[in-house]
Structures are given as C-alpha cells and as structure tokens.
C-alpha cells in the first residue's frame, strides 16, 4: 500500500510505501506522529468510508440487471486505484476526528492512496448470509464462487425483494469490501505510545464515561432538561486521538479475551515463547484479576502497579500477539524501546524478525540506535554466507529472525529542496526521505550516527584533548 500526504501538520509532503516492515525514524516533532496516525486512521476507516465511495455505483449496476448480479472484474477491473484515490479524497474530512483537533488544521491536506498487489477476484470463494431478528431468519445470501468473478444476490425475503436497494447495498458493499478491498488493506491495530500509562489506569481509563461527564459539566441544566439528547450528541466528539483511543480500550478489555488464541499465535506459538522471555514471565488472568507470573521458583505474581515498567510496556503488545494477531495484519508500534534496557531492545528486534517471517507486517517508529543496529544484524546475517553462518551460530541467532533486506523499508524525516519547476528558487519541504538498505551493511541512520559521532568527539576531547 502506498501513500501520499501533503500539508499534513508536520510535513510539507511525503510518500510511503507500506512493506512487511516499515520503520520511520527522525528528531522529535519532525512529522512521525503525523505520518502514523494518518496511516492508521485511513485503515481503521476505509470500511465506512466505502459505502459513500461506491455505494451509488453498486445501485446503477443492481437496477440495469434481471438479477441481483455484479461483474466484479467489469466494475474494479483496472480500477482499483481510482476508487482508493476516492477512498483518500473523503478520508480527508475523517481527520479532525483521527488527530482529536480542530477542522482547519487539516483544511489544505491531501491524501492519496494507491495498491501495491495484484489481486485476482476470482481467487475464494464467498458467502455470507443477511439474517434479521433473534430467529436468526435469512433475507438474503451473497456468494461468489471460486474462479467466478460475479456476486450473485440471492433474496429470499418478499419485503426486502420489494425493496432491494435499501438496505441491500450496505451487506453488497461489505462482501466487496472483503473480496475486492481487503487484500490491499489490511487489518490494522496500533500500540500507541500512551500505553504504559493506560497499563496502570486501564481501569479508570473509561473514555466514553469520561466525555459524558464533561458533557454534562458544560451543558447549562435548563438546556439539558428541554433538550436532553444535547448531551449525547456533545459526548461523540473525542478528547483524544484515534490510536490512544483504541490503545487505551483495548487495555481495558484484556481480561475479556485472555482465552482467546489469534491465527498468528496458533501457528507459531515460538513467537509468544520469544515475548515471554524478553518480560521474564507471561501474563495471567486469575480470578478475573490480571497479573504478571515471574519465571524461576516461587512463581511470583504482580499486579500490573507492582510490575516493571518493561512488563507494563508490553502488556498490549504481548496479548495482541497471543490472542488477536492473524497473518497478512499491519500492527503498528510506535517507539517499542520505551521502557526497555538497551539488551531487551535488542530482543525485541529479533521478536519483530519473527513477526514478519510469520506473516505480520509490522510498522515502527523508533529513536533507539540499539533496535535498528539489531535489526541491522537480521539484515547482516540474512546473506548465508559461510562467514555468516558461523556467527549466526556462534551468537545464536535463529533463522526465523532473520530479515531479507528487500521486505524492509526505512523512512527518516527530514528536509529537501523541491524542484521549482523553473529557475527560481526551489523552496525546502519537511518530508520522508527513504534510506539505502544494504544486504551487506544493513540501513544507515543518519540521525543517529551523526548523534553519535559528537558524543564520541566531546568525549575524546576530554579524554586526550588536554595537556599531557
């Protein structure tokens, strides 16, 4: 999947390209965050934004057939990147709900989006049925069979054949939506930088209590009795970021899914014995209360307050891993060395190598030299030679983290003079330029190396620079 942003705060403009990992690295207030959460609001909502993107094209196409029927490769055919670019236009005034601000911050944006992946719609079959009330009585069926490429509709109930192009076109916008649009967007969940903190107040953390309350707070008591609904319609709109949002809910409801077990877990349960021990134990729930057990004798529980801010850290990563993850999903991480020692960095580098080997693409931003020059290792150690074989061997590296350099792409941010087009000046934007990833060498972070570089002088002029 690729995107183009312009004028999206930070950034003047930028293109990224989605791989099976994506890193973005850079300074602070240089654009990350703008980047990620644009990313991530247009997954989290080209679902709903599809209906009024394609809706009236599925109607013209239902009224001039005998039958409930759609050609799918006559309709996408060619043309999938047309209707993403609608997808991104419409996607714009999705943004003040995305970042929680105000519409004019984002008046002048522009988002464009196109696929990367060829997608045959004949591959699968479909089929999925439209049922109403607590008898569970079908009105309709959609199917598609495999090596077909039409949607047959098949009603059943007399009302809704009398009425076929009510509701009708939101289930026929969903089953295009998994047949056509879903194998270039993938399902998406985010670990947002707040989650240490929701990890220690995930209880108290009720978002939607909390709008309501303030609703209440700021409506005059006269108006909330001749108006009572003011106050819902007050509550809708958010305090707080999308991903922070969902990242807080979705630690609050851990207990709810604790038994659960996600595609990606079931089919390589090495990657939660990999999690496990980078936090030195696993999560529990034990009589509704959760709690992290300590490996080693004694078997000691904590609760989340008592815990190390490292367990805390990567308490919503560990149970999306286990229980929600499933192959072919984008799971974004934004800075995943917060709270970790330099040598857990590392581990969890060599978690991602597996995420990625598995099947998960993985998105990061991250300011830790000791994650990319780890990740570097992977790339490094990927080449198979016989050099690299015995050091792989030597430091025990497993194959499954090592990283083909050709599924990994690295943004920084960072300025470039534009073309102006003619012979004036060219104007210097804010934007992300990709880095050179090498088999042999791994990626080089400008950044960072150049960070480190003066630390080395300072300290070698204090060193030896003096008198001797």
Known sequence: MHFHFERLGLLDEADIELADLTLICGENNTGKTYATYGIYGF????????????????????????????????????????????????????????????????????????????????????????????SGKVLATITKESGSVTLEVLVADIDLASRPFGGLIDFVTDAVADIVFSPHLPNVHISSAERTGAAIFRKELDMARTRMIKAINEIDSKELRRNPFQILHSSIDADYAWPVEDNVEFVRHLEDIDKRVGG?????????????????????????????????????????NEASSCVRALLDIGFYLRCKANPGDLFIIDEPELNLHPKAQRAFARLVGRMVNAGLKVFITTHSDYLVKELNTLIMLHQRTRHTRAVQEAYKYDDGELLDPNRIKLYMTGSLLKSSGGSGRRPKVKTLIPAKIDPAHGIEVETFDDTIDVMNDIQGQILYGGDL
């Open 43 to 134: 997954l989290r909502s080209w679902r709903s934004l599809l209906r009024a993107v394609i809706g009236g094209d599925i109607e013209a196409v239902l009224k001039d057939t005998d039958r409930y029927q759609l050609d799918l490769q006559a309709m996408f055919g060619g043309k999938i990147d047309h209707y993403l670019g609608k997808l991104g236009r419409a996607y714009i005034h999705m943004l003040p709900r995305v970042f929680a601000t105000e519409p004019e911050v984002f008046k002048d944006v522009v988002c464009i989006s196109r696929s990367c992946v060829n997608h045959d719609f004949a591959e699968g079959r479909y089929q999925h049925s439209v049922k109403s009330g607590p």
């Open 264 to 304: 990606l877990a079931s089919e390589h349960p090495e990657l939660i014995n990999a999690f496990d021990s980078i936090i030195g134990g696993s999560y529990k729930v034990v009589k509704q209360q959760l709690v992290f057990q300590a490996k080693g004798a004694g078997k000691q529980r904590f609760t989340m």
